[in-house]
């Protein structure tokens, strides 16, 4: 996977159009941005074509209005946010098929430095077929083409794709970069040891990613929901824990080729069992604690226990490179965090290079307060999946290789 990319740095942008595509799919509340963490994590890169005299045209989607213009899912209030961030006006484009008269002549009256933000790119049905008609509309409004949106990497867009292979130019911006820097080398060239921590629920949603990390890492843990199917498959009572049973081949399948590889596949020995799962999701639980071959056919596995957490931090002391995607439990409940909250701690204290891939470990880690610990948190959940299962991502592929 070459991964030797243009970046911003190594391009003119001074009294050229800039079209650079963001991710600033934000969570909105009334019209209001409820969290800004995309909005900040885009401000580098903009600043950067701003200072180098570039004419910046930003775009991004926002929810999935499938095609048509809803106004709800308007970038409206991103541009005002925007405005407030950056210290200078970000001039709005309103227009419904989001390449119309007021973004061509806004494009038009431009000076260098300034910015404008289109209308939500998925108002056009073309954006996610990455239909030629759009791909064009975007390429007539610029010289160039920034790709800052790693969240949308895994998809072949008009507005990441599409649109770079009708410029000249297709450069990453800084935030790509990092995410290449980042999840693509520690996968391909870790620095080892190499531990993996897979959680989450589905064995299904992780199977390339199981497989594909058993022959990069040495060490690969296994937490989450999806630990009960390997449990099972090794022929533990799992009670009423979730289960994929028709995944249990698979699972005897990577217990064996973990084995034949020479690899350390850790499993929970102890889990955290409640009687019936919480509703609401953050209500009380009784939870007793009972080893992974003693787990009665009664309760249900919700969270690693703390041997295994134990056994799991012990695993991240000695590694230089940890990649971790899931949580070890229902970390949404207090009492069921304790795992994702050991995991997490284990992480924040060493020296390794330390990658949260995304999603809910993302959320996890940062809800938990211990972001600003890990080395790189990914900004996007599928495209970092993608990334750990070893595939070549539309959006990375289409950048100009150096």
Known sequence: MALNKVSVDDINVNGKRVLCRCDFNVPL??????????????????KKLIADGGKVILCSHLGKPKGEPKPELSLAPVAARLTELLGQEVKFAADPEVVG???????????DGE??????TRYRVEETKNGEA???DLASLCD???NDAFGTAHRAHCSNVGVSELVDTAAVGYLMQKEIDFLGNAVENPVRPFVAILGGAKVADKLNVISNLLEKCDTLII???????FLKAQGNEIGKSLVDDSKLDYCKEMIAKAEKLGKKLLLPVDSATITDFPNPIDAPVDVEVYDSDKMPADREGCDIGPKTAEMFADAVKSAKTVVWNGPMGVFENPTL??????????LAETDATTIIGGGDSAAAVNQLGFGDKMSHISTGGGASLEFLEGKELPGVAAATNK
């Open 29 to 46: 509340k009334e019209g209001k941005i409820t969290d800004e963490n995309r909005l900040v994590a885009a401000l580098p890169t903009i």
């Open 101 to 111: 008269p007021n973004a061509k002549a806004a494009v038009e009256a431009m000076k």
């Open 115 to 120: 910015v404008i933000l289109l209308e939500n």
């Open 134 to 136: 759009f791909s064009k």
């Open 144 to 146: 160039i083409f920034v």
């Open 223 to 229: 937490g989450g929901g999806m630990a009960y199917t």
């Open 337 to 346: 965090a304790a795992g994702t909250i050991a995991v997490a701690k284990a």
